[in-house]
């Protein structure tokens, strides 16, 4: 396969000079003003005056935060699924199913040939930076394999095509790039995640994967199935680029598959827009996408059920705070509540690494526990962790937190539930007041086998790609479901 890299160091070169040139509150207030033109003659540009806003001050003045349900009732689901000159110009082509990791709903979210382009751009930006961290690197020498959903697109009208965001990126491939994007199409879309394993395990050409790509936890039962020795499957594999869920519990879990010297790079991509590219090293945050067809807006996350929210933007961030995300789009999302907090480590750049989910808290007893806290809580306990969940569970009068955890450590779960205890009463004043005053009991524990997680996201039909274990559930029965589908499926999981 010729080698397309000269070609890229071409463009990274110029690419990167342009983003550390960058003026971030210059470069975001124009994109957001070009958005606005180009939807003003929508009906929701023609409601909300885009016509006569000069400024985001303006912008944030007429426009109130959603959320993906207002979007939905007052926009979306009346002319569902032809979305013709609602939030944006033309017929949108494609709608993108995402899982609903907190809430179990289904949404649909509106993706432009805009945004597609943009999305191209931000994974092209990915390279970029790794070639400047590593300039003799080749990653366009072989293929760029990304494991993906395994949702084929359906048309959902004429026009229309709906699936998951994964689908979509692999039906837009240029037809300059299909030769060096592994897998092609009718493998990437088969509908059964077994099979569709199988396949690629079979079928990937090993040694010319140069690129991998997809959610760690995925990407780990991809590598057993492919190397059940724990042995590097792609012995010239330089770059793992990943995404969706937390680092930390899956680094040193995948780093026996990775041959020696290949870089790991994050990245925060959305349903709903490309958001952020590691550029430096490990945990020193992602570099915020500026010039990518995303308006970025930051609320603290506690004032975001108030009525009147500090609406931050890159010109008015703070490093160390808490914020809630939200997106102004070339798809036609204005001032979308993403559902993400995140936090920034600098502002110029403007770089934040991403602590967790609005929903992902705990407070069905006033305790205001976040799922941040719980991570960090389960880092202190010292022992190898899998997938885990958490939830609120009533005992008679009284309630507490039920963890369900699984390790391959030999662990007792009461010692487990002391020691999560202890690091929340120091962590959390809140959830120390509720311990103390009774109405809070110490936190139960379920230790689960590994395969007991993977065998109940199959049970619900949400294996792979970009489906993800949700960390916190807060609705008390939804939870208590789930814990019955997780032990129940313990006995049956595989290692």
């Known amino acids: 396969m010729l080698d397309g890299t000269p070609i ?27 958005l606005l033109r180009t939807a003003r003659a929508t009906r929701f540009g023609s409601a909300h005056g885009f016509a006569t806003i000069r400024s985001v001050a303006e912008f944030q003045a007429r426009v109130p935060l959603r959320r993906y349900e207002d979007f939905w009732r007052d926009w979306w ?3 569902f699924p032809s979305l013709r000159d609602v939030t944006w110009p033309g017929l949108v082509p494609y709608l993108a199913l995402s899982s609903g990791t907190t809430s179990g709903t289904t949404k649909y979210i509106p993706v432009t040939a805009g945004q597609v382009a943009a999305n191209r751009g931000a994974a092209l930006d990915t390279l970029a930076w790794h070639l400047h961290a590593h300039p003799r690197a080749r990653p366009f020498a072989g293929l760029s394999f990304m494991l993906g959903g395994s949702t084929a697109l359906q048309e959902l009208a004429p026009g229309v095509r709906g699936g998951d965001l994964s689908g979509i990126a ?39 994967v140069r690129v991998l790509t997809g959610t760690p936890s995925w990407l780990l039962v991809l590598l057993h199935r492919m190397s059940p020795d724990g042995a590097p499957p792609f012995p010239n594999l ?15 879990r995948l780093a026996p598959f990775l041959p020696a010297g290949c870089a790991t790079r994050e990245v925060y991509p959305a349903s709903e827009g490309f958001v952020a590219i590691q550029d430096r090293g490990e945990g020193e945050g992602m570099r915020l996408v500026l010039d990518r067809g995303c308006f970025f807006e930051f609320v603290p996350v506690e004032e ?48 934040l690494l991403v602590t967790g989910r ?25 022992i190898p962790l ?46 120390a007041a509720h311990r103390h ?23 619900q039909g949400k294996l792979g790609g970009q489906h993800k274990v949700p960390r916190v559930i807060a609705d008390p029965a939804r939870f208590a479901a789930a814990v019955a589908g997780l032990t129940s499926r313990s006995a049956d999981a595989t290692g």
Request: proline residues 6%; glycine residues 6%.
């Open 304 to 351: 975001l059920e108030s009525l009147d929210p500090t609406r931050h933007w890159v010109a008015t961030i703070e490093t160390g705070v808490d914020y809630a995300v939200a997106l102004t789009t070339n798809a036609g999302l204005f001032a979308y509540v993403l559902g993400d907090v995140v936090r920034f480590v600098e502002r110029a750049p403007p770089r």
């Open 437 to 459: 005053g009774g109405q809070l009991l110490e936190p139960a524990v379920d230790v689960v086998r590994p395969g007991a997680f993977e065998a109940w996201m199959r049970a």
């Open 170 to 208: 692999v039906h837009e491939v240029p037809r300059l790039l299909r030769r060096r994007a592994w897998p092609p199409e009718d493998m990437a879309l088969m509908p059964d995640w077994d099979t569709k394993l199988a396949t690629l395990a079979e079928r990937t050409p090993r040694r010319e």
């Open 77 to 79: 689901q009346p002319d």
């Open 8 to 34: 890229l160091r071409l463009f990274t070169r110029a690419r990167v000079a342009r983003m550390q040139a960058l003026d971030a509150a210059s470069a975001q207030e124009q994109l957001l003003l070009r």
């Open 238 to 252: 330089e770059l793992l680029i990943h995404g969706g869920v937390a680092w930390a519990p899956y680094r040193d």
């Open 386 to 431: 899998g997938e885990w969940c958490c939830g609120p569970e009533f005992v008679g009068a009284h309630g507490r937190h039920r963890l369900v955890l699984e390790t391959v450590a030999d662990v007792l779960p009461q010692v487990v539930a002391a020691r999560l205890d202890e690091a929340l009463l120091a962590a959390n004043e809140d959830y």
């Open 358 to 382: 609005t929903a992902w808290m705990l407070s069905a007893f006033g305790e205001h526990v976040t799922g941040a806290e719980i991570a960090q809580a389960l880092d202190t306990i010292g």
